[in-house]
């Protein structure tokens, strides 16, 4: 246990120095590997170096189509969704005024609680973190998830009247 | 020859009840009884209007104003008397507990005979002053009576054609062309009290001066008042609505003065109009004008029958409805109040939160009351809130009427759904979008392959 945590630890501090946010999205990810995908992501800093940011971010999203699960890319796919319906309220609350204010306080918080409970459950369900929770299995993170949603949701819709 | 029987009884009723609304027992407190004959056309006239008269002299053993706390007379009429006090039975103190208990008293005075110590302490509780000495008469070089005073200038011709406010009911005032002649008056000046309403003040060039001491000239330090600031007749209405008049000249009450004929400097010969001033002034002093009654007070939601309800919610609209009459010699009619100066409704929690006009409405000549009312919407704040009409005019007995309701705040049922509000629908459809996105999110997580849980086990 602590000699894995020592090894996450150890890239995540490397990256860091960068002063970038794609290590950061990376460091994760690095321990479900073999300590082999350290030097993967770190070679393409010294190329990027020479071959610009596009080059950064176009390793970055190939490294996350390839090393991330299917489940996980539709957890991220859903968290976009939401940020962006969480944004459109917002702004709409900033552009029309906060009348009736029941009404946004339910519609956005709904919008945020949703997204943190599915950031919950990326966290539960990413085999990165299993360690953390070794008694919850994928299925019951998601029988969790889907009961606070329905809780989230009966008491949004009561309350926005 | 019954119904016309019957008719004549009902005439005689009516003559007998046209009377003051507080009582009909009157006292006279005049030097002697036999003076009586020199006002006997007042006196018949107050006889006729249903009063029941005492005459008594402050002398007199047996007079008493209360008889186991209860009042032996409803009005005082106080003519002058050469007394120096008037005894131990109308002190001042007495004489205030009789307008305490809603007695009503006209106090003349005359130069002739100066005024009782009793009848100037009583009358500066009320705020009313005398001069010193306690006499003074009122000259004025330029409105005197040519016939009667042509030398002494100290019968005044007056007329008094408008209240000494524009807005005041103008009860007391005469036409253009009418006179009062007021002989041998007694000046008296008014403190600053709010209940103190002066019905005749002098002209601009009368002055009062006391004709025993100041008999060359006036000294203007020792002047008492001069000009506008001499009131010869004076009102009191006292918070109970018990009414005191101050004339200063007891002699234009009498007979002789009632009947006959000045002139002022310059102009023809007029009768004077004293009589009808005299009874004016009994009559509203005796509480036989200006009295007025809330007959009705309603107010209601507005679109319900349900009268006086004791709650209200916060913004409700209420209909709020008074009505008044108005006593008149000998019966209620309706009262019509001025309508630059209308009955106000105050919506009060400690302070008004609205003070609205309430408007007449219409009626038909056989009403005997007048409806004013007004529409509102209560505000927002809930609490204990009074419905107030506080109407205190002068020359007009006070309303002050309140009605307690308690406001209660919305009920959580009764705001408006937010699906009625077309501003909420932004966020109504970003739940919508929320659950929706959701109930997707489960079915593609549901068929969707698991992550490979043996790359774990391996490690």
New interface residues.
């Given amino acids: 246990m602590a000699g894995k945590k020592n090894a996450r630890s150890e890239p995540a501090a490397a990256p860091a120095t960068t002063a970038t946010s794609t290590p950061s999205a990376k460091a994760p990810l690095t321990p479900t590997k073999n300590p082999i995908p350290i030097p993967t992501p770190a070679q393409p800093k010294a190329v990027a170096a020479q071959g610009g940011w596009a080059q950064v971010f176009q390793n970055l999203y190939d490294y996350y189509l390839s090393e991330t ?4 890319k ?1 957890l991220d796919v ?1 968290l976009l ?2 940020v962006l ?2 944004a ?2 917002f702004l ?1 609350c900033i552009l ?2 906060n ?2 204010f ?3 306080l ?3 918080c ?2 945020v609680g ?1 997204f943190v409970l ?1 950031i919950s459950l990326r966290i539960q ?1 990413t ?1 990165a973190n ?1 360690a953390d929770f070794p008694k919850v299995s ?1 299925e019951r993170a ?1 029988a969790d998830y ?1 009961v606070c ?1 329905l809780i989230l ?1 009966f008491f ?2 009561n309350f ?2 | 020859m019954r119904s016309l029987l019957s008719l004549a009884v009902l005439a005689a009723a009516s003559v007998v009840s046209a009377v003051s609304v507080t009582g009909n027992r009157l006292l006279v407190v005049l030097d002697d009884v036999a003076e009586k004959e020199s006002y006997s056309k007042l006196f018949g006239s107050l006889a006729d209007r249903g009063f029941d008269i005492t005459y008594d002299t402050p002398r007199s053993e047996d007079l008493q104003l209360f008889h186991l706390g209860e009042r032996t007379y409803d009005h005082i009429v106080f003519l002058p008397t050469k007394v120096k006090a008037l005894g131990p039975k109308l002190t001042p103190q007495i004489l205030l507990d009789f307008v305490n208990a809603a007695g009503n008293i006209m106090v003349a005075l005359s130069a002739t005979t100066p005024a009782s110590t009793s009848t100037v302490a009583f009358l500066a509780e009320l705020g009313i002053s005398l001069p010193q000495e306690r006499t003074g008469l009122v000259v004025d070089h330029f409105n005197y009576d040519t016939v009667s005073a042509s030398e002494k200038h100290d019968t005044l011709v007056l007329h008094n054609s408008k209240p000494v406010r524009y807005d005041m009911w103008d009860v007391f005032s005469l036409r253009d062309d009418e006179f009062l002649a007021l002989p041998h008056t007694v000046g008296h000046t008014l403190g600053a009290g709010e209940l103190l309403t002066p019905i005749l003040r002098a002209p601009s060039t009368a002055y009062s001066y006391n004709p025993k001491e100041q008999t060359e000239a006036v000294d203007p330090d020792d002047l008492f008042a001069a000009g506008q600031q001499l009131a010869l007749a004076s009102a009191f209405q006292a918070r109970n609505s018990a009414r005191v008049t101050v004339l200063g000249s007891a002699e234009m009450l009498q007979d002789k003065w009632f009947d006959t004929k000045v002139a002022v400097e310059g102009g023809s010969k007029v009768s004077t109009k004293n009589a009808e001033f005299a009874k004016t002034l009994t009559g509203w002093t005796f509480q036989e004008l200006g009295v007025l009654r809330v007959e009705e007070i309603e107010h209601r939601l507005k679109d319900s029958n349900e009268t006086n309800p004791e709650i209200y919610r916060i913004k409700n609209e209420v209909h709020y409805q008074i009505s008044l009459s108005e006593y008149r010699w000998d019966a209620w009619v309706p009262f019509n109040a001025n309508p630059n100066d209308p009955p106000q409704l105050e919506v009060s929690m400690l302070s008004p939160f609205h003070r609205l006009n309430l408007a007449p409405e219409e009626h038909s000549a056989t009403d005997r009351t007048r409806t004013y009312s007004t529409d509102l919407i209560l505000p927002d704040q809930h609490g204990i809130f009074n419905l107030r009409v506080n109407y205190k005019r002068p020359f007009y007995t006070y309303v002050d009427e309140k009605c307690t309701v308690s406001v209660r705040h919305m009920a959580h049922d009764e705001w408006p759904r937010s699906f009625v509000i077309s501003g909420a629908w932004p966020w109504i459809s970003g739940i919508g979008a929320t659950v929706s996105g959701f109930v997707m999110f489960c079915a593609i997580w549901v068929y969707s392959k698991p992550a490979a849980p043996l790359v774990k086990k391996t490690q």
Avoid at chain 1, 69 to 72: A, K, L, V
């Fill in positions: 699960p299917q489940r996980t539709l859903f969704f939401l319906v969480g459109l309220q709409y029309a005024g009348y009736p029941n009404a946004f339910s519609g956005f709904g919008t949703q599915t369900t085999e299993k994928p998601f889907v949603s949701h949004c819709v926005i009247n």
